[in-house]
């Protein structure tokens, strides 16, 4: 108010006379000097409002000449604090030493005992006012008691005043039975009840309550010195007992004279009690007082974690130290495999990964919770955090997966599985279609609807046999690879008019090496040109001689699409089975393999299983190679929901995590921890084999991992031509060094299979691809499985390269860097420029500058490099997949709608 003028206040108010102030008039300004407590005093701008004071000469001179001769005097005048008040004829007490007076008129001196008068007057109504208000406070507090008291039994609308009530009457409560001295009733309300505007009034009182602070009004009450504790009644500052009554103690009594008067704002004097109470009770509220706050703070009661804290401390503190000691470890039995992930060891050991691998940090292994240890490391750690270890095998996870061996008792026959295999053309689809329609089910409940890899077919004579719908030998083999051996007879398929080609021989070898009995169905018989004797006789040349020509195995002549003889083959396949004696148990954990796996759209993953022995159930929880799951629907190959698939019988599974492999074996386990151990197992497994193979099947390290004692390099070679096949085959085969031989497992004219990638994997051999390429699938299976394809375009580098490898030395060699495939659309002819190849780039991307083949049906046709690389009109640098655009090859114009571009560049990579 009229203290906190600075200088600058100061200015502003004289300033009123530069342009931007248009008032006419000055507003008149003074400057008084103003005394505070212990001598301290300070000079104030005071606004001068003038009562008009008549001169004896009819002049007037206004008041504000009279104390600003005052002023000049240096005497004290305690100013009204608001300015805008009219400025009193003050109690003026001329200072000794001051400046003296000139000779007062009667006028003035009347004037001036009037005005001493009237501020005697003033100051004597102030003090009574002060007094009154004293005692209307200690009324109101009275009054406010009484009404507090009251409020404590009745119910208030008023939702702040029932709260500050609420509060009040606790703390009453709470008073009543702590406070013996009556002075308590105006400890309570001390603080409250000062307003604001009676502090104002009060203020004249004496110049030491002048400096008033602005309280927030809602927080009136907090004694900060008087926080920890409750201050004792006796010091609470009477209402009216001023200043006086402070004890020295208390810090800085203007606090509390501010404090005092920045009570509760007049509409909530009910609810302020509430708040400094609680602030002397627990000294602990903190901020501004809010509606919100003071609601929520009503019901403020220890919380259940601090309760619990508090029970938890008194009854260790019953108990005595030992429950405070952290509780004793457990000593476990850690069954540590061949190798462990450091999160696997951790829940093992029933510890923190974190502890694992702090422990691994100190000494020196830098590890994460997915790292792999091998048993010893794991061991260590274990034995160090103090528990004992059971070392076991890899595999002892597989252990009991597949159960014991069934009783005979327990075993009842089953469906004979049977494989149709045979060379191209042959008839197979032809003939597993006839079969199908041999079914009697199928008349009944709408056919075989499904292919799901595998179908079982009910005969007249209610006997059932089982088809494996699978797409020739290459996949027998890789089902019997991974070591699920599902078929018990092969159907060798011959056409009586073709003969036995290489495939059927091939089939043969395949069946031979599984030891499966074979039945060979001569097909096509109905066609002019059929020799069933011929292929009886050729037959003999592979080891496999028929019953007319006093054999074993069984030849029947059918005709797929005229269903000539299929039931005499059924019997055959029947009589086969009857030999083989084929039985299962039915009533036990079902197990077997999987035929066929795939993501379905809408299903999810789907895998046709072929139970071996057992019964699956839907809800069974299955682990099929390395993925898991519960079985969520079984449907059998008519797309019906079937509650449970006994053994030969196919049938697709619903509710695995992901699809596993055809080929993996599946069996059904007691628990989902158990599921996830054989499967989390199964696919380290793989990962392991993976690395492993990435290794193998590098023409670089497979001589380094097959060591010193190396005989023998095996190849894959894949050549356009035959002509080329039986050079490389020839040249290769003559390469040998001291120690090493190269082998060609195989060699064959076509681009790479991915029965050329099974067969490589197979035997750690590197893929030569003279003039060819991989198929996609082909090459997607050989990036996964880690088989190496060298691509070759001259048969010397491939000569070379063998050697080198051969004498562990691959000198730099000029290596090429796929780029990108484009697939021929269209082709155009243009006059001037020839042909040009409208593309859409498939895979990765296509270069300008770099080099490009032709390939028609992965074979190698033409090498060179492009004359034009055209998106719409512009020659670009480069088109990337997806992309459609123009290319040209120089000095070449033998393109194909179909072809294929490969773009690639030519690297030296040093050895
Ligand atoms: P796959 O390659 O072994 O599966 O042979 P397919 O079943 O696809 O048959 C190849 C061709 O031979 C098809 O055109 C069939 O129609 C035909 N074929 C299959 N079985 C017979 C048969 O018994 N008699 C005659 N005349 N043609 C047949
Ligand atoms: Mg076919």
């Known amino acids: ?66 104390v600003l001769e005052l002023v000049k005097a240096d005497v004290a005048v305690p100013v009204a604090p608001a300015s805008s008040k009219p400025l009193k004829p003050a109690p003026v007490q001329p200072k000794s030493g001051g400046m003296v007076l000139r000779t007062l008129t009667e006028e003035e001196k009347v004037a001036r005992s009037r005005a001493l008068k009237d501020a005697r007057v003033a100051e004597e109504e102030e003090r009574r006012r002060a007094q009154e208000d ?42 009543a039975r702590r406070r013996l001295d009556p002075d308590d009733d105006g400890s309570v309300t001390t603080t409250t009840q000062p307003h604001p505007r009676s502090a104002s009034n009060a203020a004249p009182r004496g110049a030491t309550t002048t400096s008033t602070r602005p309280a ?83 019901e403020r009661v220890r919380s259940m974690a601090a309760y619990k804290r508090h029970v938890q401390r008194a009854q260790r503190a019953q108990h005595g130290v030992k429950d405070s000691e952290p509780p004793q470890k457990i000593i476990r039995d850690v069954v540590i495999p061949e190798s462990i992930t450091v999160q696997e060891l951790a829940n093992r050991m029933a510890t923190r990964a974190v502890d694992i691998i ?27 955090f103090g528990h004992s270890v059971k070392r076991v095998a890899e595999a002892d996870v597989l252990e009991g997966l597949k159960g014991e061996l069934d009783s005979d008792e327990t075993l009842t026959p089953r469906a004979p599985v049977v494989t149709i295999m045979g060379h191209v053309d042959h008839g197979k689809t032809s003939l597993l279609d006839a079969l199908r329609q041999t079914d009697v089910a199928a008349g009944e409940a709408g056919g075989i609807t499904q292919h799901i890899g595998a179908y079982q077919v009910t005969l007249p004579s209610k006997q059932k046999i089982t088809f494996l719908d699978t797409p020739g030998h290459a996949a027998f083999t890789a089902m019997r690879a991974r070591g699920a051996k599902v078929t018990d007879i092969v159907v060798l398929v011959v056409a009586a008019d073709d003969g036995v080609m290489p495939q059927t021989i091939e089939a ?3 069946a031979k090496a599984a030891k499966v009995p074979i039945i060979v169905a001569i097909n096509k018989i109905d066609k002019p040109g059929a020799t069933p004797d011929r292929v009886r006789t050729e037959l003999l040349t592979y080891e496999i001689v028929v019953e007319s020509m006093g ?175 039986e050079a490389i085959s020839a040249a290769l085969s003559q390469l040998s060094t001291a120690e090493v031989k190269a082998q060609v497992l195989h060699a064959g004219v076509g681009g790479v299979t991915q029965s050329d990638i099974i067969l490589a994997r197979a035997s750690g051999a590197p893929i030569i691809a003279f003039n060819v390429r991989a198929t996609a699938e082909a090459r997607d299976m050989a990036k996964r499985d880690g088989v190496e394809i060298r691509y070759y375009s001259i048969i010397y580098n491939i000569i070379d390269d063998i050697r080198l490898a051969m004498s562990g030395l691959l000198s730099p060699t000029l290596r090429e860097n796929f780029l990108g495939y484009a697939s021929i659309l269209e082709v155009f002819n243009i006059t001037k420029v020839g042909k040009v190849a409208g593309c859409q780039v498939t895979e990765g991307k296509v270069l300008r500058g770099n080099k490009v083949r032709l390939l028609r049906d992965n074979v190698v046709i033409h090498e060179g490099t492009l004359s034009t690389l055209k998106r719409f009109k512009d020659e670009v640098k480069e088109v990337v997949t997806g992309q459609e655009c123009g290319m040209a090859f120089e000095n070449y114009q033998d393109i194909q709608k179909g072809d294929q571009i490969e773009c690639f560049e030519v690297e030296t990579v040093k050895r």
């Open 551 to 725: 054999g074993e195995t069984q030849a029947i002549e059918v005709s797929a699409t005229k269903k000539l003889n299929l039931d005499k083959l059924e019997e055959a396949i029947l009589l086969q089975a009857e030999v083989l004696d084929l039985k299962a148990n039915r009533n036990r954990p079902a197990s077997g393999a999987v035929v066929e796996a795939k993501l379905d759209k809408g299903r999810g993953p789907v895998a046709t299983v072929l139970v071996a022995r057992g019964t699956i159930k839907v809800g069974d929880i299955v682990v099929a190679g390395a993925e898991w799951g519960r079985v969520r629907a079984l449907v059998n190959e008519r797309g019906e929901q079937v509650p449970s698939a006994g053994p030969s019988e196919p049938v697709e599974i619903l509710g695995l995590s992901a699809p596993p492999e055809a080929g993996d074996d599946f069996a059904v386990v007691e628990n989902d921890s158990r599921a996830r151990e054989v499967a989390d197992f199964r696919a380290r497994k793989k990962r392991d084999a993976r690395t492993r193979a990435g290794g193998r099947a590098s023409l670089d390290q497979v001589l380094a991992d097959k060591g010193v004692g190396a005989k023998y390099l095996p190849l894959v070679v894949k050549s356009d031509v035959q002509g080329s096949v």
């Open 1 to 66: 108010m009229t203290d906190n003028k600075t200088p600058e206040g100061e200015k502003t108010l004289h300033a009123s006379g530069a342009p931007r102030t248009l008032s006419v008039k000055r507003p008149e300004t003074g400057v008084v000097r103003q005394a505070f407590s212990h001598g301290r005093s300070k000079a104030v701008v005071v606004e001068i409002k003038r009562p008009t004071v008549v001169r004896p000469g009819g002049k007037a001179e206004s008041a504000k000449s009279v």
């Open 508 to 510: 043969i070898n395949h």
């Open 134 to 175: 004293a005692k209307r406070r200690a009324e109101d507090e009275e009054r406010l008691e009484r009404e507090r008291e009251a409020a404590a039994k009745r119910k208030i609308e008023d939702e702040l005043r029932r709260v500050a009530d609420e509060d009040s009457r606790r703390k009453i409560e709470v008073d």
């Open 216 to 298: 927030p009004g809602g927080a009136p009450a907090r004694t900060p010195a008087g926080g920890p504790g409750r201050s004792p009644p006796s010091t609470r500052p009477q209402p009216s007992g001023g200043l006086s009554t402070l004890p020295p103690r208390r810090a800085g009594g203007d606090d509390d004279d501010g404090r005092k008067r920045a009570g509760g704002a007049k509409g909530v004097p009910a609810k302020a009690p509430a708040a400094p109470r609680k602030g002397a009770d627990d000294g602990r509220r903190t901020g501004k007082l809010s509606v919100v706050t003071a609601l929520n703070e009503t």
């Open 358 to 384: 702090k422990s691994l940090m100190k000494q020196g292994q830098m590890v994460t919770i997915n790292t792999s240890l091998d048993a010893d490391t794991a061991q260590l750690i274990a034995e160090e």
